[in-house]
């Protein structure tokens, strides 16, 4: 049966490519995200489309209301929105505590506030029993991001994702993590990236490649199924064993 499926962060990279995979089962699908160009223009066969700044308490019960009046009932939550903060408008201060105070609060809106304010407006919604909960977290929550901020706002979702386990659990629903290494193809680097840090990437991993975004979108595909009914509470790691090192 057509389940319904609301993915945030829907328009690119492993949100979009986990769009595709619910919509080639005939899945209806909702794609989130703050540009409503690049919603409308992503390739996703019969998705609908809402654009909101998803760290927005306001924008969120807007996305609320729209679910409520188009799809009723929430089968699979994708929380994909996020980002390490680096394509967003910069501090605007030469001061240190104003760039750390920026980036944290960036970070934590990006990947906390988008991932918590959404969940928490569609709890009541989520199929009962049968629903199913999924986060994108980061190989960055095990090692560090540089700054510490990006990679803690993700590690903060591990904690979330347990206790709604535990509270969804009873309701026959399930809430899991998913923690990508590098995973290229996604809007996620901007133009940060280059040839070097790239084999770097690569060269950490011990499958000797970069991840796809089909890679995450096929174990979010696998743990939404009706066969991954006993896993909850777990975070998936799918890095090419990057997270081990050699
Ligand atoms: N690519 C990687 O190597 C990698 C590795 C580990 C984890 N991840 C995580 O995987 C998830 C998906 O990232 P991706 O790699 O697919 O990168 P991406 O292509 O940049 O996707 C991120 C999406 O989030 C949306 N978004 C960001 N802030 C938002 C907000 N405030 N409200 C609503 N939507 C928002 C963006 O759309 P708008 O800008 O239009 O809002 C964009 O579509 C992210 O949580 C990321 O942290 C990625």
């Known amino acids: 049966m057509a389940r319904n499926v ?18 080639s089962d005939g899945d209806r699908v909702l794609l ?3 540009r409503a160009e690049v919603l409308e223009k ?7 489309t809402y654009a909101a700044d998803l760290s ?17 009932t929430v089968d699979v939550l994708v929380n994909s929105a996020g980002g390490a903060g680096n394509l967003e408008p910069a501090a605007g201060s030469e001061d240190v505590l104003d760039a750390v105070a920026h980036t944290w609060t960036v970070n934590f ?4 506030l988008t991932a918590t304010l959404l969940t928490e407006a569609l709890r009541e919604r989520l199929a ?5 909960v999924l ?7 095990y090692r560090g991001s540089g700054s510490g901020a990006y990679a803690g706002s993700k590690a903060a979702l591990h904690p979330y994702a347990f206790d709604l386990a535990r509270e969804l659990g009873p309701r026959g629903i399930t809430v899991n993590v998913v923690a990508p290494g590098y995973v290229e193809d996604t809007g996620f680097f901007g133009d940060a990236m280059n040839p070097a840090r790239r084999e770097r990437l690569i ?6 490649r970069a991840g796809t975004p089909g890679d995450i979108a096929e174990t979010l595909h696998w743990l939404a199924s009706h066969g991954a009914g006993h896993i909850t509470a777990q975070v998936i790691q799918v890095n090419g064993g990057a997270e081990r090192g050699h």
């Open 128 to 132: 009962s029993p049968g629903g199913r």
């Open 42 to 48: 992503a390739e996703v066969p019969g998705a609908l």
């Open 32 to 34: 989130l995200g703050r």
């Open 109 to 112: 809106r990006l990947n906390v």
């Open 203 to 208: 060269a950490e991993t011990s499958t000797g």
């Open 6 to 23: 609301v993915i945030s962060g829907g328009g690119t990279g492993i949100g979009l490519a986990a769009a595709r995979a619910f919509a």
């Open 135 to 141: 986060f994108l977290s980061s190989i960055a929550a």
């Open 56 to 72: 927005d308490p306001g924008a969120v019960r807007g996305v609320a209301r729209f679910v409520a009046d188009e799809l009723g």
